[in-house]
């Protein structure tokens, strides 16, 4: 069963910094990319970070309200995709939300986990 599990979610004041942790099972890891998506109350669901599959040499995008401030990184010996958020904003509370496209008996369909809320403070 492919199963993802973020965590590392929390409060802190404008400025700080978080690192969330996205640990996935069922799957060859290193074999997919991996993205983080956002959404906050109200809000539509936005795309923020992604990951490229392999074991090095991975490329990867951000959005560019987060750009220089968010840096995702992954782990394949841990199955682990992590995003380090740094300076950051009021605007950043959200849900925050990794998924991976992953095929499963030749279907491929997208896989979710629950969520980490992330609340930052003024």
């Known amino acids: 069963e492919v199963q993802l599990v973020e965590s590392g979610g929390g409060s802190v004041q404008a400025g700080g910094s978080l690192r969330l942790s996205c640990a996935a099972s069922g799957f060859t890891f290193d074999e997919y990319a991996i993205g983080w998506v956002r959404q906050a109350p109200g809000k539509e669901r936005e795309g923020i970070s992604c990951i490229s599959n392999g074991d090095a040499h991975y490329s990867t995008y951000y959005a560019d309200f987060v750009k220089g401030r968010f840096t995702i990184s992954r782990d394949n010996a841990k199955n682990t995709v992590y995003l380090q958020m740094n300076s950051l904003k009021p605007e950043d509370t959200a849900d925050f939300y990794c998924?991976?496209?992953?095929?499963?008996?030749?279907?491929?369909?997208?896989?979710w986990g629950r969520g980490t809320q992330v609340t930052v403070s003024s």
């Open positions: 998924y991976a496209d992953v095929f499963v008996y030749g279907v491929k369909d997208k896989y």
